[in-house]
């Protein structure tokens, strides 16, 4: 399309004036936002409209661009407005019903390559309350040989988790189910696993009516809300799950800033071993990993 045609603007216009608004609402990083929102629209690759300022939007994307940040501006994430996150540099998409996943997260990963040396062994991992699935296929990525279960109590999330799995050609060594974090896992007793990983719901009561709109609002409460404590989900799948891991395995789990205390204290009542806190990349206590 060339600049110019009735009807038509420029991308660098629609840009521009869409920054002044996304900045003026108080969004970081105003014209990023607006940018990857004006590539959502346009079906493109961000990319291009670095190279082609002058690029010539159409009414229809015009307008498709423009639900985008009136929706971005009414409190909506970009990245349920995108419908993928990035995690560990792999894309996750994202569902109803699925965390959108925060780089707090990528500690679990970092945990597990710093105590898992070798990358060629065939392990077996689990991951309870797989939501999108990123841990689990984070940890896959870096262990070529390994298998992986994934178990969440929403259906679509297991299935979306699938998705992934198929998107990142990991699908042959993954698997999702739909249970009650490893209730019939526990009933069956047959398989045990190397490592098992979990970011399980941890706002307590009084936390979650002041989370941010962009969180209460979007993320599904069933990921966030861990009882009038936070500490509900930890006391079903902390004993749960340590006749899960075999002799030597590991267990990670995500906390909440503030909870380090309280889940060690469970984790040791229940019989695990070589607990340590682990912090994230703000210094705050972000991972607990323990030894069967």
Known sequence: MTAGRSGCATAEALLSAATIRLSAAGIEAARREARLLLAQALSCDPQKLFQEPGYSVNGKDQQVFETLVSRRLAGVPLSRLRGWREFWSLRFKLSAETLDPRADS?????????????????????????GSGCLLLALLSEYPNAWGLGIDLSNDAAATASENARALGLDDRAAFLCGDWAASLVCDGARKFD????????????????????????????????GDDGLAC??????????????????????GSMQAQAVVGLLSASGWTKISVLKDLAGLDRCIAACR
């Not at 930890?234 to 267990?251: A, F």
């Open 106 to 130: 990528e500690t679990l990963i970092e945990a597990a390559l710093a105590r898992i040396k070798n990358h060629d062994e065939p392990l077996e991992f689990l991951d309870l309350g797989t």
């Open 195 to 226: 490592l098992v990983v979990s970011n399980p719901p941890y706002i307590n009561a009084l936390e979650f009516d002041h989370l941010a709109p962009e969180v209460r609002l979007h993320d599904p409460c069933l990921a966030l809300a861990g």
């Open 234 to 255: 930890y006391r079903i799948l902390i004993p749960q799950v340590l006749d899960l891991v075999k002799e030597g395995g590991l267990l990670l789990l995500e906390i």
